[in-house]
């Protein structure tokens, strides 16, 4: 089942200009994190926020979290066209560490 | 310090014949997952082992679909008599602990069944 839900499917933006993504989930959480995809290339981490944590800055990346809505953002400020790529929110499920992922955010910056 | 490492990048098989899909994780980490992702969708997993043991295999096709992780060597994806349908990108990824931690991905192989 799919756990992690972004939100929207696709966005663009002017280079300069902040990105805002969400993601929602259904069962309760110990940390939420995010990914990145560039086009052909595997899934990078960005970021990761735990579920007694509500907000998280890295460089130009802000994550929230709320747990009463079941759901997280992801903030990227001053956008660049090389944040051009899909990013992905996921969750660790279970007793075991797989990730569950949703289906991800395209994000398209132009130059 | 070398990240994830996926072998074939690309790999093509004709429907019937066998896909072997290698994975080598970072050094120190004893965590492996494999995932599927078919075009514009998200990561699906698949079968998640630690050294020599198969820990979580919830997501793996009961038939023609095998992992293995060996003491030595890379971890190894096997699908015996390929469809079109298994056509898709296979990720590894590997984590130090398996606790929830970050994973660290490769770059994937694509397989492709003419």
């Known amino acids: 089942s799919q756990q992690g839900e972004e939100d929207p499917q696709a966005l663009s933006i002017q280079e300069g200009e902040n990105a805002t993504m969400n993601c929602s989930y259904k069962?309760?959480?110990?940390?939420l994190q995010w990914y990145r995809q560039n086009s052909g290339r595997g899934l990078v981490h960005l970021i990761l926020i735990r579920s007694n944590e509500r907000e998280k800055h890295s460089g130009r990346l802000r994550v929230t979290l709320d747990t009463s809505k079941k759901s997280s953002s992801l903030l990227i400020t001053a956008s660049r066209a090389a944040d051009t790529a899909s990013y992905f929110c996921?969750?660790?499920?279970?007793?075991?560490?797989?990730?569950?992922f949703g289906k991800g955010i395209t994000l398209s910056v132009r130059p | 310090n070398a990240g994830v490492m996926q072998n074939p990048r690309h790999l093509v098989r004709r429907r019937g014949q066998e896909a072997r899909l290698r994975c080598s994780p970072m050094?120190?980490?004893?965590?492996v997952y494999w995932y599927r992702q078919l075009p514009e969708e998200g990561l699906k997993f698949m079968v998640y082992?630690?050294?020599?043991?198969?820990?979580?295999e919830s997501g793996m096709p009961k038939e023609r679909f095998s992992a293995e992780f060996p003491k030595e060597g890379p971890s190894i994806l096997r699908i015996q008599q390929v469809v079109r349908g298994d056509s898709a990108a296979y990720f590894c990824?590997?984590?130090?602990?398996?606790?929830?931690?970050?994973?660290?991905f490769g770059d994937g192989t694509r397989l492709s069944i003419l």
């Open positions: 050094k120190g980490h004893s965590h």
């Open positions: 082992l630690q050294k020599e043991n198969i820990i979580d």
């Open positions: 996921a969750s660790p499920a279970g007793a075991n560490s797989k990730l569950t």
């Open positions: 069962t309760s959480i110990n940390n």
């Open positions: 990824a590997s984590s130090p602990r398996g606790l929830g931690e970050p994973q660290h």
